[in-house]
């Protein structure tokens, strides 16, 4: 049975950093592709970044030069390190992964993690 579960959501106000944490079991992790996706409130998820099993990372517009995100492979888990945060990247998180390493749907998903943002 695989899992995903995101911990590290909350409310913070602009300018301020959150990182989010998505522990994985369940699938090969080292071989996998991982992504963060995120919904806003009226809006339909986005992808936010993704990271592939050679650590190669991509990034939205929007969260290019503010995010980071980072995977152990030791630990089975990654992070989405949110820095200069905006009232717009208030929503819900989710943590995403595959078992391809670069091709292919997310088809697990974590239960996600509500950000606020405050102005």
């Known amino acids: 049975q695989v899992q995903l579960v995101e911990s590290g959501g909350g409310s913070v106000q602009a300018g301020g950093s959150l990182r989010l944490s998505c522990a994985v079991s369940?699938?090969?992790?080292?071989?996998?592709?991982l992504a963060w996706f995120r919904q806003a409130p009226g809006k339909e998820r986005e992808s936010v970044a993704t990271?592939?099993?050679?650590?190669?990372?991509m990034y939205s517009r929007a969260a290019q030069g503010r995010f980071v995100i980072s995977r152990d492979n030791a630990k089975e888990s990654f992070g989405l390190q949110m820095n200069s945060l905006k009232s717009d990247d208030t929503g819900v998180y989710y943590c995403?992964?595959?078992?391809?390493?670069?091709?292919?749907?997310?088809?697990?998903w974590g239960r996600g993690a509500q950000v606020t943002v405050s102005s």
């Open positions: 995403a992964a595959r078992d391809n390493c670069i091709f292919g749907d997310f088809t697990y």
């Open positions: 369940g699938i090969i992790f080292k071989e996998g592709g």
């Open positions: 990271i592939d099993c050679h650590g190669s990372t």
